[in-house]
């Protein structure tokens, strides 16, 4: 008899695990909200035997025993699933739907929709380790994947002949229109006879929760056409609903392994096969509301990993936006970004492996600090207005939470956040200043010719940083593209290494990496410096030296940087305390106010000049 789903998660619904479970096992209650127990399924001393209500499932450490309310009752009580769905039932004061004749065919044809994806995952795996899928071994153990991992994931080859497929089911006796109804072959608008949806691809077929083939995906060897496809939405399958891999991380999640959401189906493989067994991926679409709940089922944080370059923190923040209105206590993720240039495969097949995917991992950052940082993007915070927009803008987004203790939650941590970065200055009470009476000290004197030529030399030494270790450029290009220059040979000179840099992608014009500390472009001939001047920066700043570590270079770029963004300060601040004398407002009190105390918290940066 076929049971509606409906009525089977109504079922569900109405029971705790806990409360059917302890009438047949005595239950212990344990940590985050699990009870405990010594398994009823084998001989054990030390209770591995967990129960979880919020996740809906009892499991077992030790043998592996594993499933909801349902399967309980029928392994412990050893009952069919009718007799364990009769029992539950009446515990639930439901009644048992009576099956109609429509159900039945209903159940045997899905039943049958079920069997020609088999039929085609059998084919698939058959082509690929045929004479045809030659080629696609090859790619897939350059890939990194021997056989297998290739026969754990099932992993097939489409063949090119659009008609293969199709010979091969309608001889096993499946219909066309069960094909076509699975999305497996597509009917020509001129009348010629069906064809493959999959040819000449990699096949990475998809399953349901149950670990039942569903659909595919596949990746193009080959030709024109886009680099992914995925089979259409049909009656087995809604890619918006699943995820790649669900089945065995759901498993994996109830042994208490990190739920992990990376971005393709070659991520996913490189993870599991790397030990990371919880590891998922959306089907060719942004994360929907749908798939959040399947992630919360597993786990209550999952992490989502990005690639560190624009486009993946863009799919974050998309991410984020679909997260944020459905967050509710005790459940959010995390998010991690990997290094640039890098995805979970590539970091994997690199020479730190899986321990440089567990750092990347131990460093996801907490949803509310992402919020954070993409506001911070979207407005000037050099100016008030733009800090202004800046508090206005984590707020507005921390309203979008439909649940009002998370979202009261964010209000506070946000606002805190931003307190603490952009810190309020409090007015002076009436009385304490009157207009035209400018404060003591007021500030440094306008900038001297002495002052010049110290900026001059503090960017001569950040251009010759750059030269001597050009694999910094990727890190401190923008932030130095954005200094004041005012010496014309200067600037032109950083725009010549910052251009550089930006065509080589970090190598010199030998070829040689980013990270040999030879240079490419010295600051002499470039043109414009004496000799002299180059020497007395090697003397007194060890770090601009070619033979330095990037570390050490690093960190006097930092330093220097530092003492540069300390000189503008004290300007901006000269200027504030004119601007006071002149219009004696409380506005311009507050701005020279602002810049003072701001001045007082940085440290005075050392080795000046």
């Known amino acids: 008899m076929a049971l509606s789903p409906g009525f089977l998660d109504e079922l569900r619904s109405r029971l705790q695990v806990s409360d059917v479970v302890g009438k047949r096992v005595p239950l212990q209650r344990g940590t985050k909200g699990e009870f405990k127990a010594c398994c009823p399924f084998h001989k054990e001393k030390s ?23 349902i399967g309980f009752v029928m392994q412990h009580d050893r009952l069919s699933f009718m007799e364990a769905i009769e029992s539950l039932s009446a515990q639930a004061g439901l009644e048992v739907p009576k099956a109609e004749p429509e159900d039945r065919a209903r159940f045997e044809r899905q039943k049958s929709l079920y069997d020609v994806v088999e039929a085609a995952c059998a084919f698939f795996e058959s082509e690929l380790h045929g004479p045809a899928g030659r080629a696609t071994r090859d790619y897939l153990k350059g890939r990194g994947l021997d056989g297998e991992t290739v026969s754990r994931f099932r992993l097939g080859f489409a063949p090119p002949d659009a008609g293969k497929l199709l010979r091969h089911l309608r001889g096993q006796g ?18 010629r006879d069906l064809y493959s949806f999959f040819r000449n691809r990699v096949i990475f077929p998809v399953a349901d929760r149950r670990g039942r083939t569903v659909a595919f995906g596949g990746r ?35 042994q208490g392994q990190t739920v992990i959401v990376a971005e393709g189906y070659m991520d996913v493989i490189a993870l599991v096969k790397a030990g990371f067994e919880a590891a998922v991926a959306p089907l060719g679409t942004a994360m929907t509301e749908e798939q959040i709940v399947e992630l919360w089922k597993m786990t209550p944080v999952p992490v989502l990993c990005f690639d560190g370059d624009e486009a993946g923190r863009r799919a974050a923040w998309r991410a984020m936006d679909r997260i944020l209105p459905q967050l509710k206590p005790d459940h959010s993720v995390r998010i991690a970004f990997l290094p640039q240039g890098e995805d979970p495969d590539s970091l994997i097949r690199g020479s730190g492996g899986g321990a440089a995917m567990a750092a990347v991992l131990d460093s996801a950052l907490p949803l509310v600090r992402v919020l954070f940082d993409r506001q911070t993007t979207m407005h000037r915070l050099e100016t008030p207005e733009g800090r202004a927009g800046l508090r206005a803008g984590i707020e507005a987004q921390a309203r979008r939470i439909a649940d009002s203790s998370v979202q009261g939650q964010y209000l506070a941590d946000l606002r805190a956040r931003f307190e603490e970065t952009y810190p309020f200055r409090p007015r002076r009470k009436e009385g304490d200043w009157r207009p035209g009476k400018p404060p003591a000290p007021i500030g440094p004197k306008p900038q001297s010719i002495q002052d010049e030529q110290d900026d001059r030399v503090a960017i001569c030494v950040l251009l010759q940083v750059l ?26 000179l950083r725009q010549t290494l910052l251009a550089r840099i930006g065509d080589s992608h970090g190598r010199d014009s030998d070829g040689l990496d980013s990270n040999v500390t030879r ?7 470039a043109g414009g410096l004496p000799p002299a001047l180059v020497d007395r920066i090697r003397r007194k700043w060890p770090f601009t030296r070619p033979e330095t570590s990037l570390d050490e270079a690093r960190a006097g770029w930092a330093m220097i940087m530092g003492h540069i963004e300390l000189r503008a300060l004290k300007r901006e601040l000269a200027d504030a305390a004119r601007a006071l004398g002149r219009q004696g407002t409380e506005a311009a009190l507050e701005r020279w106010r602002g810049l003072q105390q701001e001045i007082e918290r940085r440290q005075t940066v050392p080795g000046g000049f």
Do not use: W
Not at 50 to 66: E, I, P, S, Y
Not at 519 to 525: G, Q, S
């Open 467 to 492: 030269a001597m270790h050009p694999a910094l450029g990727e890190e401190v290009g923008e932030s130095f593209a954005m200094v004041e220059i005012s010496d014309p040979g200067l600037d032109s």
């Open 519 to 525: 240079p490419y472009l010295t600051v002499p001939e």
């Open 220 to 254: 193009i060897m080959e030709g024109d056409g886009p680099k992914y496809v995925n089979s259409p939405d049909n009656p087995l399958f809604h890619k918006g609903q699943l995820l790649y891999g669900m089945s065995r991380a759901r498993q994996a999640a109830a």
């Open 174 to 191: 499946y219909q066309d229109a069960m094909m076509e109804e699975v999305g497996l072959v597509r009917r020509p608008e001129d009348g």
């Open 47 to 69: 209770p591995s035997f967990t129960v979880n209500d919020q996740k809906g499932f009892f499991h077992c450490f030790g043998c592996g025993a594993h499933g909801d309310v």
